[in-house]
């Protein structure tokens, strides 16, 4: 469901819950979300409120970044629409 943008726990367990990015995923979507992310960040008022509120929470951009890219896949996702039941299924022909 995120295309790198899901975190994965860092650290030996005193590190104070930091996560480091997930290596694997589809490169093409993590960059078409990064690039969504940074317009939003420049243009949207409800993000611009999200990022000074987390920067005074002491995150680092490139972690509010993350977790903006995270909340933007599963906003995606929900606007995806469901496979119906008769959609035809795809299979190689013998």
Partial sequence: MH??????P???GKTNGRH?????GNPQANAALYRAVV?????HPPTI???ERRTA????KR?????????LAREVYALLPAPSAMSPILTLAA
């Fill in 49 to 51: 409120a999200y990022l």
């Fill in 63 to 71: 972690e509010i970044i993350l977790c903006l890219k995270h909340f």
């Fill in 20 to 24: 480091r990015l997930n290596c694997g």
């Fill in 39 to 43: 317009v939003r960040i420049r243009w």
């Fill in 3 to 8: 295309p790198t943008a899901c975190p994965i």
């Fill in 57 to 60: 929470e002491g995150l680092s």
């Fill in 10 to 12: 860092a650290g030996s």
